[in-house]
C-alpha cells in the first residue's frame, strides 16, 4: 500500500518540483496497477480521500479519481457506493475550508459517474444522490449535508439503474438479472424537512416495503446487454414495452442550471452551501 500511495503522490503532482514527464509516467502506472489489483488500488484510493492530511490534499485525490473516472471506469464500477460515499463526505458543511477546496473537483466527479454510470442519478433542486448496489438496494445521500440519509431495499440482484422523478418525490429502481422495476416513494420539500433520515411511508406495507414494483421480460435482446456502462433507464423502458415511470437522468430545469442545481455549470459547487 505504501508503494501505491507513492505512485499516487508522483501521480497527482504532490511535489510542484516533480517533472512533468515523470508525473505522466506515475499516471500509467497508476492506471496499470488499477488494473491488474483493483481491490489494493481502490482500499488505497478511498483511504486517502477520507484520511487526507489537509483539504490541498484531498482535493488532489480527488482529482485522481476524476482522471480514473475517465480512463478506465469499469474499474470502478464495483466500488460505486464506497466511491460516491467518499465524494459526498468531502463535502461535510461543518468543515467549510474543506468543502471550499473540493466543491470543483467534486461536482466533477459527481457529473461524470451520474453521466457514465445509469446505476447512479442526482436530483437537484432536493440535492439528493442515489446509488444503486451490487447487493440490490439503493443508498440515497443529502448533498446539503454530506450524509447518508437511508437505504431502500427492493431488489434481491444488483441494481442495474435508477431514476429520480421530476420533482424527487419518487426513484425508480430497476434490475435486468431479477427482471424488476421498483417504485419508491421518497419524501421531499416540505414533508422532508419532518422526515429527514427516513423514507417516506411506502402504503400498505409501511417503509420496508417498495411503493410498486412491476416484473418484465426483456428476451434475448436484454439478456445480451453489459449492465455496467451500455444500459440506460430509458432503455430499460424500452425493453420492457411500457411508459417510464419518470425520465431517465433528464430532469429538465431552468436555461443556465446545471444538474447539480447550480447555475453556471458543473465548475461550480456540487451542493448548496
Not at 446509488?131 to 431488489?155: K, N, P, Q, S
Not at 421498483?182 to 414533508?191: A, E, N, Q, T
Request: hydrophobic content about 40%; proline content about 7%.
Amino acid at each position: 500500500m505504501a508503494l501505491v500511495r507513492a505512485l499516487f503522490s508522483l501521480a497527482i503532482g504532490r511535489n510542484p518540483s516533480t517533472p512533468n514527464d515523470l508525473r505522466i509516467l506515475a499516471r500509467n502506472a497508476t492506471l496499470h496497477v488499477a488494473g491488474i489489483n483493483t481491490p489494493l488500488f481502490m482500499t488505497t484510493l478511498l483511504h486517502d480521500i477520507l484520511n487526507a492530511s489537509t483539504a490541498s490534499a484531498r482535493n488532489a485525490t480527488l482529482k485522481l479519481l476524476g482522471f480514473m473516472i475517465r480512463k478506465k471506469p469499469l474499474v470502478l464500477y464495483t466500488n460505486l457506493p464506497r466511491v460516491a460515499e467518499a465524494v459526498v463526505k468531502s463535502l461535510d458543511p461543518t468543515i467549510s475550508a474543506l468543502r471550499e477546496t473540493v466543491q470543483q473537483s467534486a461536482t466533477f466527479i459527481l457529473n461524470e459517474l451520474v453521466r457514465r454510470f445509469p446505476s447512479i442519478d442526482f436530483h437537484g433542486k432536493s440535492q439528493r444522490l442515489a446509488v444503486g448496489t451490487a447487493e440490490g438496494a439503493a443508498i440515497v445521500f443529502d448533498l446539503r449535508t454530506a450524509t447518508r440519509l437511508y437505504v431502500l431495499e427492493g431488489h434481491n440482484r444488483p441494481v442495474t439503474a435508477l431514476s429520480w422523478s421530476p420533482d424527487g418525490h419518487r426513484l425508480v429502481t430497476v434490475s435486468l438479472e431479477e427482471n424488476r422495476v421498483v417504485v419508491w416513494r421518497v419524501s421531499g420539500g416540505i414533508l422532508g424537512m419532518f422526515m429527514a433520515g427516513t423514507p417516506a411511508r411506502q402504503g400498505s406495507g409501511g417503509q420496508a416495503t417498495p411503493f410498486k414494483s412491476y416484473d418484465f421480460h426483456v428476451g434475448d435482446e436484454g439478456a445480451s446487454l453489459s449492465p455496467s456502462l451500455s444500459l440506460s433507464p430509458r432503455r430499460v423502458h424500452d425493453l420492457t414495452r411500457s411508459p417510464p415511470p419518470c425520465s431517465a437522468h433528464e430532469h429538465g430545469g431552468d436555461a443556465g442550471v446545471d444538474r447539480y442545481g447550480v447555475a453556471g455549470g458543473p465548475h461550480r459547487a456540487a451542493a448548496d452551501p
